[in-house]
Each structure stands twice: as structure tokens, then as C-alpha cells.
């Protein structure tokens, strides 16, 4: 559902792999639909909710507009459907908060993942290993990442079935690009948010309604502190590795390098080393797509889950109300009781 350019290329990763077929397609575009249909080889075409009711479909993949993920969710999770939602999970606290107690009531059986793509590119995955699996940093006590983009050309996305432009009205640079990296923070880290202050300014994307440069500082449940800037107008190439700086006890990420003590509080600089893994510049759908599948065919939770995505989300969505309201956010933090 949605066939703009993530869907398109998820619907194509579905086709090349064959552990799923496609039975239908579904946008408001009916131009789309037809030109879609014809490629992909699809001719069950729906452009309203009788899409849900097609008893053909077990499987639903939301890559509607950041606003537009709540009701075709709820539908799809009504009619007993496994869910790929796009991220971030809302644009909305409610939203979120709202999806997350469907979750609880709807079969336990239906597998979710959240869209967070960051998680199965190469390197963003050996960091993980690094941090989480082989404690190679020791304690994080803080971190950086930022998302850079020049998304300007967002301005002439205007939606031709609606007339309107949900990138310029409705989307906040924190949750709509920040939550890449404040997911990959709280995935690096292993634990969760507690608490948002920070600023914002309007200089280099006039036509968005929100501010276009926003910074926010995040407080960890363990007292760890980390900075994400989310700029949606800059005049520079994306930077390498989401700016990622990781710095713990016994052990140090920059980028894609790494530096490792003989002990806590080594008296030496510790020198650095490449990873080892080289990043993609890509947005790794065929990954995504084959854990989600895999955690349907063999019944076991999706890399990133209801609420892994939902606490993701909360913590973008309230770093925007800090930013809003210029005060310290207390965020709060689903349990993992889905």
C-alpha cells in the first residue's frame, strides 16, 4: 500500500526474492496503479479500504506518507494481516500510543516490523555486534548521530490525488529523518529514552511549515546522554555513517573506525582501526523485507518490533514537542509485553 519510491522498491525486492507472491496493489493514484500493475504483474488494483477485505492478502506493506500510516494500520491489523509499516510507526504521540494498545488487543500470531532500514545496513550491524554482543566499547556514555540530507527537492512532491504536500505541512525533520538515527542510538545502546531538551531554527528550507534544522539532546534510562541533528536543507552530499560517534569505557566508534583501550581509562591513546565492513550508501530493502518474511515463515519476532519501532517514534515525536514548546520532554516508554 502506497507505491511511492519505498514501496515501489519494496514491491520489487517481494518479486526478485519469491518467498511471497504479490496479489494486489494499492495507492489513490490510479495512474500509479495501472502503470505499477502492468510492471509487477498485479491485477487486483485498490484505491480505497475494500483492499483490506481481499481475503487473497496475509500480509500488508504501509508506505503511505508519514501521516498516513494510523488507518490503513488499524485496518490492516482489524482483518488479521502481518504489518511492514514504513517509519517512523506515526506523526503523532496519539498515533503511536494509539497503534501500540491495537498491537496488544489483535493476534498475537501477526508478525510487525517497523521500517527502521538503518538496522540491516552492513556496518550499522557489526557496530551493534561490537557494542551490544561482544561489549568491545564497555559502558556507552555517550553518543552522536545525525541525519543530513539535502531533501529540498521534497517541495514538488505535492500528492496529485490530493493536492496536497504532507513534506512541507506536516513533516517535523526529527521524526522523519532524525528517528534514523535516534533508533540506531537506542538499537547501539540497549537502552531506552527517558528525557528530550532542544533548539531549532528556520534558515535553509523556508517552504517547510516546521524548522528545518533541529538538534535535540536525549537522556538515557542509565544516565547516558546523546546528540542527534536532523537538517533537511544543507548544500553537501550525505555524510558517511550518519556522523555516528560512539564513545564508551573501554572503547571508541568514529564513523566506520574503531578504538579500543587495554583496559577502562587507558592511559594511552588508543589508536584507530577501520570496522572492517564497508557502509552502503543504500537503503538495504531486500534485508529488511527477507526478516520480515523469514519471522512470518517461522513464526519468531522481526529484527525490529511493535515496540522497538513505537519507542523509536515516541522519542522523536517528543524531541519535536520539545522543540516546540522550548522545554525539557519527558518521554515516555513502552514495555515489552506484546
Known amino acids: ?11 520489487r525486492a517481494h518479486k526478485k526474492y519469491g518467498k511471497s507472491e504479490i496479489v494486489a496493489l494499492c495507492d489513490r493514484d490510479e495512474k500509479k496503479l495501472a502503470r505499477y500493475g502492468k510492471e509487477l504483474g498485479v491485477s487486483r488494483l485498490y484505491s480505497d479500504e475494500s483492499f483490506f477485505e481481499d481475503p487473497h492478502i496475509e500480509a500488508v506493506s504501509i508506505n503511505t506518507g508519514d501521516i498516513d500510516h494510523l488507518k490503513p494500520f488499524m485496518l490492516a491489523l482489524k482483518h ?7 517509519k517512523p510507526l506515526a506523526n503523532t504521540v496519539e498515533e503511536v500510543a494509539m497503534m501500540v494498545e491495537s ?5 498475537s500470531n501477526l508478525k510487525i516490523q517497523v521500517g527502521f532500514i538503518l538496522r540491516w545496513n552492513p556496518a550499522f550491524a557489526e557496530i551493534f555486534r561490537l557494542a551490544r554482543t561482544e561489549k568491545a566499547l ?26 496536497h504536500n504532507w513534506y512541507l505541512e506536516d513533516e517535523y525533520p526529527m521524526n522523519g529523518g532524525g528517528c534514523h538515527s ?9 537502552k531506552e529514552i527517558v528525557g528530550v531538551r532542544g533548539f531549532s531554527t528556520h534558515f535553509a528550507f523556508p517552504e517547510m511549515r516546521h524548522d528545518d534544522c533541529q538538534v535535540a539532546l536525549f537522556r538515557f534510562e542509565d544516565g547516558s546522554i546523546a546528540k542527534v541533528a536532523s537538517l533537511y536543507g544543507v548544500t553537501c552530499e550525505r555524510l558517511p555513517m550518519r556522523s555516528l560517534r ?8 568514529d564513523g566506520d573506525q574503531i578504538a579500543i583501550g587495554r583496559y577502562p581509562q587507558d592511559e594511552e591513546e588508543a589508536k584507530f582501526r577501520p570496522i572492517g565492513v564497508d557502509p552502503t550508501r543504500s537503503h ?3 534485508l529488511e523485507i527477507l526478516d520480515w518474511l523469514d519471522a512470518i515463515l517461522a513464526n519468531r519476532p522481526p529484527l525490529v518490533d511493535m515496540i522497538d519501532g513505537a519507542n523509536s517514534t515516541m522519542a522523536s515525536l517528543c524531541a519535536c514537542r520539545a522543540l516546540d514548546e522550548n522545554t525539557t520532554v519527558e518521554i515516555p516508554v513502552f514495555g515489552k509485553d506484546i
Request: net charge negative; no cysteine; charged share 20%.
Open 182 to 190: 535516534i533508533d540506531l542510538l537506542r538499537w547501539f545502546s540497549g
Open 80 to 86: 488479521g494481516k502481518h504489518i511492514l509499516v514504513e
Open 1 to 11: 500500500m502506497g507505491l511511492g519510491r519505498n514501496g515501489i522498491a519494496h514491491a
Open 103 to 107: 498491537v496488544r488487543e489483535a493476534d
Open 138 to 163: 564497555g559502558d556507552i556514555y555517550y553518543m552522536e548521530s545525525d541525519y543530513i540530507h539535502n531533501l529540498i527537492y521534497q517541495k514538488h512532491q505535492t500528492d496529485p490525488a490530493t493536492g
Open 284 to 286: 538495504p530493502f531486500d
Open 246 to 253: 560512539l564513545y564508551g569505557t573501554i572503547g571508541t566508534i
